[in-house]
């Protein structure tokens, strides 16, 4: 009889009917944010990976050479700035010393400031900053203590000495 009654009365019949459609669309909706929220776990999952492995690669071959190629020319600057600030004319064997100073003084300064072990060892996603911080070098960028000479260059000294 109760069935009856809603059929006989379409505003029940209405609002029964609507609200089954209204359980089905909150079925349907809570279905798709289960899925939103799978898709936003694994973007997220894939977005760690990304910058993961990005800072797993390495500077590459060229890029290795184009850092090494930067600290000689940089090397061969500074090593003139040294003679000029010495007032002194160096050998060309004097200048090698110096300029090989220059060039292990910026590995190391390199390598520190990358925070790696060897300069190969760079990140792929860092050599921008690598090389910005290369070009950022200038001869007041080495304290006294770097710039004491080391046994190579006491010996060619003294072997230019003793001619």
Known sequence: ???????NDPLIFT??????????????LKEVRA??????????????????MSKQVTITYEEQREITS??????????RKHE?????????????????????RMHSKLKERMNVARYTSIERVNYDEATA?????SYVSFSSHDLEPTPGILK????EESK
């Open 156 to 159: 060619v000294l003294e072997l």
């Open 84 to 104: 000029q600030v010495l007032q002194e004319t160096f050998s060309d064997n004097l200048f090698k010393a110096w300029k090989g100073l220059f060039v292990r």
């Open 70 to 79: 930067l600290i000689h020319c940089t090397a061969g600057k500074l090593a």
């Open 35 to 52: 899925i939103e929220n799978r898709v936003d776990k694994r973007v997220s999952e894939a977005e760690a990976l990304l910058d993961k």
């Open 1 to 7: 009889m109760d069935n009856q009654l809603t059929k």
């Open 133 to 137: 911080y290369l070009k950022s070098l």
């Open 15 to 28: 609002l029964e009917r609507q609200n089954k459609q209204g359980e089905a669309l909150v079925a349907v």
